[in-house]
């Protein structure tokens, strides 16, 4: 089970039992011990499964962020399996959607086994999502060789039509990243911890890894499977080389149409979530994100920000100022939100911010900071500033996100009535 783990663990448990079982089957373990910082790399980064400690029992008055935290983060993981962690029988479950519960002292063959249904389940789905992807015509390839002296076993054409890299020491990662099939010997001592470092980068997440094997390696070979390393084929090299070609130049095919495939599915998700202006999310995501959301965090804020005088501005200056004056507002933004922060173009000239997890205190001031940076610099040969409403929502209160964007967008026309460029926030 070669893969990337992420470890939440914000309730604290000892989980080095179940962190050490993954380590010995070349598992790449990220840890982390807060909501944000789980959901920001869950979101940036390649993951394939996530391990969460659940906490023994749940307080009425933090139970709500916790659901609400789970909510977010199934929705993000998606095909994701998403696996809880106990400390024993007695520990009490949520009622929450995962796939799997383990004790800490699981033994390390049944974890592995049982992780390793629902992440099979998961590379099931990303290949299903390659068929029906049409490929172009490619000329060259680019092979790489790890720990062998001569490419004798391969047939000729392939040599001819490939860019063969003959690699004898390990690691030598930076010059191969452009690689499209990697050929590893399996007679030497570091075979395995090669594959393994192999798959553990993102970028080789679906390449095709091959290990060449003989009489000799045959029963190493055995130990290989039995860990599970992922490679993608075995070839002795006394094999007919023309079979040797046909297979090796599958594994390229289907590698290549995996990037097409991939290319296209992240740019159509990314044009149906961001507001290509902007560069922040858009009004369509943002209302699926409310919808989805089953209870409230805790010590959220909502911030709604609209330009002051924008449509003079417009008819002044024209529709290409006015949309780099959105830009630079949306920049601006970005630049002083928090990485958990969520922002989005709400309508023409109007953003919204959705703070989780966070004091009154810090939100205000967070809008105030993005109040006074914009209004200090000018845009163009015209001052540019904004108008910005802020509401709250503290612990035991049942206001709903729905509302309290509607309260932020209420003040935030109060702060423009009264002459703009300020903050009014709901107290």
């Known amino acids: 089970?070669?893969?990337?783990?992420?470890?939440?663990?914000?309730?604290?448990?000892?989980?080095?039992?179940?962190?050490?079982?993954?380590?010995?089957?070349?598992?790449?373990?990220?840890?982390?011990?807060?909501?944000?910082?789980?959901?920001?790399?869950?979101?940036?980064?390649?993951?394939?499964?996530?391990?969460?400690?659940?906490?023994?029992?749940?307080?009425?008055?933090?139970?709500?962020?916790?659901?609400?935290?789970?909510?977010?983060?199934?929705?993000?993981?998606?095909?994701?399996?998403?696996?809880?962690l106990v400390k024993s029988e007695k520990h009490l479950i949520p009622s929450i959607e995962l796939e799997d519960v383990f004790q800490l002292d699981i033994d390390?063959?049944?974890?592995?086994?049982?992780?390793?249904?629902?992440?099979?389940?998961?590379?099931?789905?990303?290949?299903?999502?390659l068929s029906g992807v049409h490929l172009d015509e490619y000329n060259t390839q680019k092979i790489v060789m790890i720990f062998h002296n001569n490419a004798d076993f391969l047939h000729s054409s392939i040599i001819e039509n490939s860019e063969i890299v003959m690699l004898r020491t390990w690691p030598v990662i930076d010059s191969i990243s452009d690689s499209d099939l990697f050929i590893i010997n399996m007679n030497h001592i570091q075979a395995n911890k090669c594959c393994a470092d192999l798959r553990l980068r993102r970028i080789n997440?679906?390449?095709?890894?091959?290990?060449?094997?003989?009489?000799?390696s045959l029963e190493k070979l055995k130990q290989s499977v039995e860990l599970n390393l992922e490679f993608t084929d075995a070839i002795n090299?006394?094999?007919?080389?023309?079979?040797?070609?046909?297979?090796?130049?599958?594994f390229i095919k289907y590698k290549k149409r995996y990037e097409v495939f991939s290319k296209k599915l992240k740019n159509s998700l990314y044009?149906?979530?961001?507001?290509?202006?902007?560069?922040?999310?858009?009004?369509?995501?943002?209302?699926?994100?409310?919808?989805?959301?089953k209870h409230n965090f805790?010590?959220?804020?909502?911030?709604?920000?609209?330009?002051?005088?924008?449509?003079?501005?417009?008819?002044?200056?024209?529709?290409?100022?006015?949309?780099?004056?959105?830009?630079?507002?949306s920049d601006m933004i970005k630049r002083y939100i928090r990485a958990s922060d969520i922002v989005a173009r709400y309508g023409g000239d109007e953003f919204v911010i959705i703070m989780n997890n966070v004091e009154k205190s810090i939100a205000e001031n967070i809008?105030?900071?993005?109040?006074?940076?914009?209004?200090?610099?000018?845009?163009g040969n015209t001052k540019c500033t904004v108008s910005i409403g802020v509401c709250c929502i503290g612990a035991g209160e049942t206001t709903s996100m729905y509302e309290a964007v509607s309260i932020a967008d209420k003040f935030m026309y109060v702060a423009k009535q009264n002459g703009g460029n300020s903050v009014k926030v709901c107290v």
């Open 367 to 379: 809008a105030c900071r993005i109040q006074k940076k914009i209004s200090d610099s000018f845009f």
């Open 1 to 84: 089970m070669v893969g990337r783990v992420l470890i939440i663990n914000e309730n604290k448990l000892d989980v080095s039992p179940i962190s050490s079982k993954l380590q010995e089957f070349y598992c790449s373990i990220q840890f982390s011990k807060s909501i944000e910082d789980s959901l920001r790399i869950i979101g940036t980064q390649s993951i394939d499964a996530v391990f969460l400690s659940l906490p023994e029992n749940i307080p009425e008055k933090s139970s709500k962020l916790f659901l609400d935290f789970f909510s977010f983060l199934r929705q993000l993981c998606g095909v994701i399996p998403v696996f809880g």
């Open 205 to 216: 997440r679906y390449k095709p890894i091959v290990f060449t094997f003989d009489e000799y």
């Open 271 to 293: 044009l149906s979530a961001i507001d290509p202006l902007t560069e922040v999310y858009n009004r369509s995501f943002f209302n699926d994100y409310l919808k989805k959301k």
């Open 237 to 250: 090299i006394n094999d007919n080389p023309l079979v040797t070609k046909c297979r090796l130049n599958s």
């Open 298 to 329: 805790l010590n959220s804020a909502v911030v709604m920000l609209d330009i002051d005088k924008f449509k003079t501005i417009n008819d002044q200056f024209g529709h290409s100022f006015a949309d780099s004056m959105l830009k630079y507002v």
């Open 108 to 129: 390390g063959a049944d974890l592995i086994r049982r992780a390793n249904v629902f992440i099979k389940m998961k590379n099931l789905f990303d290949d299903s999502l």
